[in-house]
């Protein structure tokens, strides 16, 4: 065990009582701090920045560069409801970032009042994904951004050029479009737009404790929460569920061991990307989801079958390890995923107050 000892110096001169006049204060004896880290706490330490990573400010694309002018834009277009057909939805109805980017649904409702066939994942830390949507389908955000949109049962927006003429025909948005990209001799496109609305996104990072503790601040975490990381980790956890995200970087087929379906109740037969890809290979394999926010982002999994975060913690376990947790590792595991809660600023929460004053 090493200790840091730091010696306090006395004061260099006292004054002396009544005199007024200054002399020497007699030697002290050193005074020794002492703070000390021990090995299994450094290797702890060692271990988790090993698999896993502190999460960026912002998470950059070099495509599509970040100015205050872009985000800005990004966030009027998300909160509005006009990019659907009939104004019922905006991208902030199903992806709620006053709830953690979720809507906390089964399924989300669309424009017309239809469901869709999947959860709503969470849009915060998204843009640190690998891919986007259950299935992958979408390489990054700005393609994402896209896609519900045009999505007839998500926005129904009938076409791009249906879109692109609703905003141009926008006071509020010939303006903004064009401080957002100036370079543009025609600035209000659908590529645009998705940039403008990736651009948002790409600023809803949620740094936590845990990424402290990453950074070598052994007391970012409490003991119950460094030994539920513990268990995370020998658990087999890690195997899926690394990096800055805790997942969101590869695709794994769930129900890896047992068939998730008797485990979770689902009464659907979503097949992941083999509906995608057409490919056997592809059956029942689905983008891991980031573990960030998890405590709040319920219900659980691609069809949101699960609404208990201990049930869902259950499923994994015996679906992809094989292993029957007990509820003491599923309580030091729910301890550990605390740790990497964490919210957006009210500032991002709150519609622009532009898109009340254009109306």
């Given at each position: 065990?090493?200790?840091?000892?730091?010696?306090?110096?006395?004061?260099?001169?006292?004054?002396?009582?009544?005199?007024?006049?200054?002399?020497?204060?007699?030697?002290?004896?050193?005074?020794?701090?002492?703070?000390?880290?021990?090995?299994?706490?450094?290797?702890?330490?060692?271990?988790?920045?090993?698999?896993?990573?502190?999460?960026?400010?912002?998470?950059?694309?070099?495509?599509?560069?970040?100015?205050?002018?872009?985000?800005?834009?990004?966030?009027?277009?998300?909160?509005?409801?006009?990019?659907?057909?009939t104004?019922?939805?905006?991208?902030?109805?199903?992806?709620?970032?006053?709830?953690?980017g979720v809507?906390?649904?089964?399924?989300?409702?669309?424009?017309a009042?239809?469901?869709?066939?999947?959860?709503?994942?969470?849009?915060?830390?998204a843009?640190l994904h690998?891919?986007?949507?259950?299935?992958?389908?979408?390489?990054?955000?700005?393609?994402?951004?896209?896609?519900?949109?045009?999505?007839?049962v998500?926005?129904?927006?009938?076409?791009?050029?249906?879109?692109?003429?609703?905003?141009?025909?926008?006071?509020l948005?010939?303006?903004?479009?064009?401080?957002?990209f100036?370079?543009?001799?025609?600035?209000i496109?659908?590529?645009?737009?998705?940039k403008?609305?990736?651009?948002?996104?790409?600023?809803l990072?949620?740094?936590?404790?845990?990424?402290?503790?990453?950074?070598?601040?052994?007391?970012?975490?409490?003991?119950?929460?460094?030994?539920?990381?513990?268990?995370?980790?020998?658990?087999?956890?890690?195997?899926?569920?690394?990096?800055?995200?805790?997942?969101g970087?590869?695709?794994?087929?769930?129900g890896?061991?047992?068939?998730?379906r008797?485990?979770?109740?689902?009464?659907?037969n979503?097949?992941?990307?083999?509906?995608?890809?057409?490919?056997?290979?592809?059956?029942?394999?689905?983008?891991?989801?980031?573990?960030?926010?998890?405590?709040?982002?319920?219900?659980?999994?691609?069809?949101?079958?699960?609404?208990?975060?201990?049930?869902?913690?259950?499923?994994?376990?015996?679906a992809?390890?094989?292993?029957?947790l007990?509820?003491?590792?599923?309580?030091?595991?729910?301890?550990?995923?605390?740790?990497?809660?964490?919210?957006?600023?009210?500032?991002?929460?709150?519609?622009?107050?532009q898109?009340?004053?254009a109306?």
């Open positions: 065990m090493k200790a840091l000892k730091i010696l306090l110096p006395a004061a260099a001169f006292v004054v002396a009582c009544g005199t007024g006049s200054e002399q020497k204060a007699p030697e002290a004896t050193p005074v020794t701090t002492e703070t000390s880290i021990s090995k299994e706490e450094q290797d702890l330490l060692t271990q988790a920045q090993a698999m896993f990573k502190a999460l960026p400010a912002t998470a950059e694309n070099a495509a599509n560069p970040l100015t205050p002018e872009k985000i800005e834009l990004g966030k009027l277009l998300f909160f509005d409801t006009r990019l659907s057909k104004g019922h939805n905006s991208c902030n109805s199903c992806h709620n970032l006053a709830t953690f809507d906390n649904e089964v399924t989300s409702e669309g424009d009042g239809k469901r869709g066939g999947r959860n709503s994942p969470t849009v915060l830390n843009a690998a891919f986007q949507f259950w299935d992958g389908r979408a390489k990054d955000v700005e393609e994402q951004a896209g896609g519900p949109i045009l999505n007839p998500e926005m129904a927006i009938p076409s791009k050029e249906f879109m692109v003429k609703k905003l141009k025909g926008i006071e948005y010939q303006k903004q479009f064009a401080a957002a100036p370079g543009d001799k025609d600035p496109t659908y590529d645009n737009l998705t403008a609305i990736a651009a948002f996104e790409r600023t990072i949620t740094p936590s404790r845990f990424d402290k503790y990453l950074g070598g601040d052994h007391n970012a975490l409490t003991a119950d929460e460094k030994k539920g990381m513990q268990t995370f980790i020998r658990s087999g956890c890690t195997a899926c569920h690394m990096g800055a995200t805790l997942g970087t590869m695709f794994q087929k769930f890896l061991v047992n068939d998730y008797p485990l979770t109740g689902s009464k659907g979503d097949q992941g990307r083999k509906d995608l890809t057409k490919q056997e290979a592809d059956k029942d394999m689905f983008k891991v989801p980031s573990l960030r926010n998890i405590t709040k982002t319920h219900p659980y999994f691609h069809d949101g079958s699960v609404a208990d975060l201990a049930t869902a913690i259950k499923v994994m376990g015996k992809q390890l094989n292993k029957d007990t509820d003491t590792e599923v309580k030091e595991l729910i301890t550990f995923l605390q740790t990497v809660e964490a919210d957006v600023p009210e500032t991002a929460k709150a519609a622009p107050a898109l009340t004053a109306r």
